[in-house]
């Protein structure tokens, strides 16, 4: 499996200055949250200039001793998350006005979204969503700001994940 994007990467650039449109990185998952970390990027974007990019990792295959079950499993993962990038994409260019990048990673989510920070020089801001219940902000949300933050070389933009679409568009 390819961990390139799923898409052509932006080939738009600043005319003045020739620096390519900066990407706000959304992790795609299937949380009530991800939806306002979604709106907030594309506004965001829209607003600046930049363009957006959406994550969606899936687990690699652990099936030793039977790979075709192993196999199958992870084509139908693939599937589904390309499925579920084509939905949260067609919102993107709703809001936005463009296709974002899609790009769609295999492995432990919280170490792929920090590689592919670290790969992409051109992703400028991570945008996460906070959880609005009571185990706290979100595994990722947790990781990052208490192990990882040293390690990245962006800002990381966390929105309460309880805003309304109107909320958001006062903010942007």
Known sequence: MSDSPATNHPQESDRSTGERAAIFLVVVDNSPEMRVALRWASLRARRTGGRVGLVRVIRGA??????????????????EAEQLLQEHAAEV??????????????????????????????IRILVLAASTGRRGPGPLINHLTKKA????RIPVTIIPGGLTDEQIDTLV
């Open 62 to 79: 652990d099936f030793q001793h039977w790979a075709a079950v192993g196999n199958l499993m992870q084509v139908e993962a693939r599937e």
């Open 93 to 122: 260019l709703r809001l936005y006005g463009s296709m974002p990048i899609l790009y769609l990673r295999e492995g432990e989510t919280k170490s792929s979204v920090v590689e592919l920070v670290q790969e992409d020089k051109d």
């Open 149 to 152: 933050i040293g390690q990245l």
